[in-house]
């Protein structure tokens, strides 16, 4: 099985410490097939970063992107600006649309927006402590995700993130079996959105939130997650390939 690990640098870093620690992962990566790399690192450093991976098998995302193609957007990053150089991209992260407020409706926009640029939008959903406890799970999930996909074609074109809000950057993961369940619910709506089989779609589903070493088998091993978003855990070398290395003995 093909594995797609995604790490989120968040607003860590400055261009020499970014690209000090791209080449201390890209030097301890062995060219493996059955394990996606990509690095999300800050705009800053994505074209220093692109050149020391120029012929690496790791790719670079951007954590975030404007819904417009240009113009007079004061702090925005557009898609063109990005494909040269990248070829995923994160959107809607619920720090995004928390602390900013981004909405479903902006989100949507910006898949769309990513898409014609052939960037490949990472959509990152999840519930919160309040909607799990009310037993809203499902409704939450649909919601977030029958508003991004709108007049998207091909649910190919996507990856898609359970990320649940009380797991991000606490410590505390979800359970392997809770995970697993929720990106049962987004394989299943997916299916049910595009219309197609089980073996029709190739979404690749990860989880993020708390992902260490300690838990990534655990969760890799369920049968609905395709891969991980890591936030903190990418941000230091050793612990990151330590996570990878732990993949490879699946």
Same mark, same amino acid.
């Given at each position: 099985?093909? !594995?797609?690990?995604?790490?989120?640098? %968040?607003? *860590?870093?400055? *261009?020499?410490?970014? $690209?000090?620690?791209?080449?201390?992962?890209?030097?301890?990566?062995?060219?493996?097939?059955?394990?996606?790399?990509?690095?999300?690192?800050?705009?800053? =450093?994505?074209?220093?970063?692109? &050149?020391?991976?120029?012929?690496?098998?790791?790719? $670079?995302? =951007?954590?975030?992107?404007? +819904?417009?193609?240009? /113009?007079? !957007?004061?702090?925005?990053?557009?898609?063109?600006?990005? =494909?040269? !150089?990248? %070829?995923?991209?994160?959107?809607? +992260?619920?720090?995004?649309?928390?602390?900013?407020?981004?909405?479903?409706?902006?989100?949507?926009?910006?898949?769309?927006?990513?898409?014609?640029?052939?960037?490949?939008?990472?959509?990152?959903? /999840?519930? *919160?402590?309040?909607?799990?406890?009310? &037993?809203? $799970?499902?409704?939450?999930?649909?919601?977030?995700?029958?508003?991004?996909?709108?007049?998207? %074609?091909?649910?190919?074109?996507?990856?898609?993130? !359970?990320?649940?809000?009380?797991?991000?950057?606490? &410590?505390?993961?979800?359970?392997?079996?809770?995970?697993?369940?929720?990106?049962?619910?987004?394989? @299943?709506?997916?299916? %049910?959105?595009? @219309?197609?089989?089980?073996?029709?779609? #190739?979404?690749?589903?990860?989880?993020? &939130?708390?992902? #260490?070493?300690?838990?990534?088998?655990?969760?890799?091993?369920?049968?609905?997650?395709? /891969?991980?978003?890591? /936030?903190?855990?990418?941000?230091?070398?050793?612990?990151?390939?330590?996570?990878?290395?732990?993949?490879?003995? $699946?």
């Amino acid at each position: 099985m093909s !594995y797609l690990i995604v790490a989120n640098w %968040k607003m *860590n870093k400055t *261009n020499l410490e970014s $690209l000090e620690l791209v080449t201390e992962i890209n030097n301890g990566i062995q060219q493996k097939s059955d394990i996606n790399i990509v690095i999300c690192p800050p705009y800053t =450093s994505i074209v220093s970063a692109a &050149g020391i991976l120029k012929n690496s098998s790791i790719n $670079l995302g =951007s954590q975030n992107i404007s +819904h417009e193609s240009s /113009g007079a !957007y004061t702090g925005e990053i557009s898609a063109d600006m990005l =494909s040269p !150089y990248c %070829k995923y991209v994160i959107v809607g +992260h619920s720090e995004r649309r928390t602390m900013y407020g981004e909405t479903n409706n902006i989100i949507n926009l910006k898949i769309l927006r990513a898409i014609e640029s052939d960037l490949i939008p990472i959509l990152c959903i /999840g519930e *919160n402590i309040e909607q799990r406890n009310q &037993g809203d $799970l499902d409704s939450t999930l649909n919601e977030m995700l029958e508003s991004a996909l709108q007049n998207v %074609k091909n649910c190919n074109q996507l990856v898609v993130a !359970y990320e649940p809000l009380w797991a991000i950057g606490t &410590g505390t993961a979800a359970s392997p079996e809770l995970a697993n369940q929720a990106c049962n619910k987004i394989n @299943n709506f997916l299916m %049910k959105y595009f @219309n197609k089989t089980k073996k029709e779609i #190739s979404t690749p589903i990860l989880y993020g &939130g708390s992902v #260490s070493k300690e838990n990534i088998k655990d969760f890799l091993m369920q049968d609905c997650i395709d /891969g991980a978003l890591i /936030g903190s855990a990418s941000l230091n070398s050793e612990q990151f390939l330590s996570i990878i290395q732990t993949i490879d003995t $699946l």
